[in-house]
């Protein structure tokens, strides 16, 4: 935790104490609000660039980088996360993210993964801040989709298209919800 601690609000200090007790789930957080923040994505969701299932879409996006990160045996190269990402946006909204937010989004989700490894908590603290500062503000897009409005088998095809762009790992390491490797 944070030397600052004394000088957090008790909220704040409940949720460090949280993620200390369970880094997946703090993992899953940083990745959740990394791509809520991710303007080109936001705007794909909410024009629908991805046609009616754009939000399912974005929540596949979560899911995988959710399950890869914390999967993952070796080292997860920061190309590998570009790859994936550059691939999403064109194949799943016909979007070519030429902005650099692809490499900057990246970059910020490899951080979290390593900074909640180290139980470093305070890049994630300061990225939690700025969304409860912009709670009710704006419409969070990366969504539990209505499962009983969207076709299944497009269901199935999404799914089996995010696989493609994944990395294998088809054993996962974690052994319990407090440790990532």
Aim: aromatic share 8%; charged share 30%.
């Amino acid at each position: 935790m944070s030397t600052r601690s004394t000088e957090m609000s008790s909220e704040a200090k409940a949720v460090l104490a949280s993620w200390a007790a369970d880094k997946v789930k703090a993992l899953e957080f940083g990745i959740r609000v990394a791509l809520d923040e991710w303007q080109i994505l936001t705007l794909a969701v909410e024009h629908r660039w991805g046609g009616q299932d754009s939000k399912l879409r974005a929540q596949y996006l979560y899911e995988d980088l959710c399950d890869w990160f914390t999967k993952a045996k070796q080292t997860i190269k920061c190309h590998q996360v570009e790859d994936l990402l550059f691939e999403v946006m064109q194949d799943d909204f016909q979007v070519e993210a030429e902005d650099g937010s692809v490499e900057r989004t990246s970059n910020l989700l490899l951080q979290l993964r390593k900074d909640v490894l180290s139980a470093k908590f305070d890049g994630l603290l300061a990225l939690w801040k700025r969304h409860k500062k912009r709670e009710g503000k704006k419409i969070q897009v990366i969504a539990q989709a209505e499962a009983d409005k969207v076709d299944p088998n497009l269901l199935e095809q999404i799914d089996e298209e995010h696989k493609a762009y994944l990395p294998n790992t088809s054993a996962p390491t974690l052994q319990n919800s407090t440790s990532l490797s």
